[in-house]
Nanobody, 121 residues
Framework: QVQVVESGGGLVQTGGSLRLSCVAS????????MGWYRRGPGQQRELVAT???????NYADSVKGRFTISRDNAKNTAYLQMNDLKPEDTAVYSC???????????????WGQGTLVTVSP
């Protein structure tokens, strides 16, 4: 099966920066669009950013100009560089990976366990 693991969360002050990593592994024949989502206190899960295999990106309006999503296809890894963090960015950030299973060829959307980002005032 396919596994997705996020890392890089932590506690930072307003204006600080963090870089999140998302590594996909397992029997992957093709790793396609990857994305970051978040769910803050009392909030619904929302899309933060996505990136296609070819590098086309999409961002939520709330993070444009502050966050940058990127990927290293050779490492099956996506990153989320977060700058100028604000308290409202506090959330559990989860990574999703669209891929095809190398054995069954099934199309899968796999989610990681999430990593907590806390931004203090």
């Amino acid at each position: 099966q396919v596994q997705v693991v996020e890392s890089g969360g932590g506690l930072v002050q307003t204006g600080g920066s963090l870089r999140l990593s998302c590594v996909a592994s397992g029997r992957i024949s093709s790793l396609n669009t990857m994305g970051w989502y978040r769910r803050g206190p009392g909030q619904q899960r929302e899309l933060v950013a996505t990136i296609t295999r070819g590098g086309r990106t999409n961002y939520a309006d709330s993070v444009k100009g502050r966050f940058t999503i990127s990927r290293d296809n050779a490492k099956n890894t996506a990153y989320l560089q977060m700058n100028d963090l604000k308290p409202e960015d506090t959330a559990v950030y989860s990574c999703s990976a669209q891929c095809n299973d190398a054995v069954t060829y099934k199309y899968l959307v796999v989610w990681g366990q999430g990593t907590l980002v806390t931004v203090s005032p």
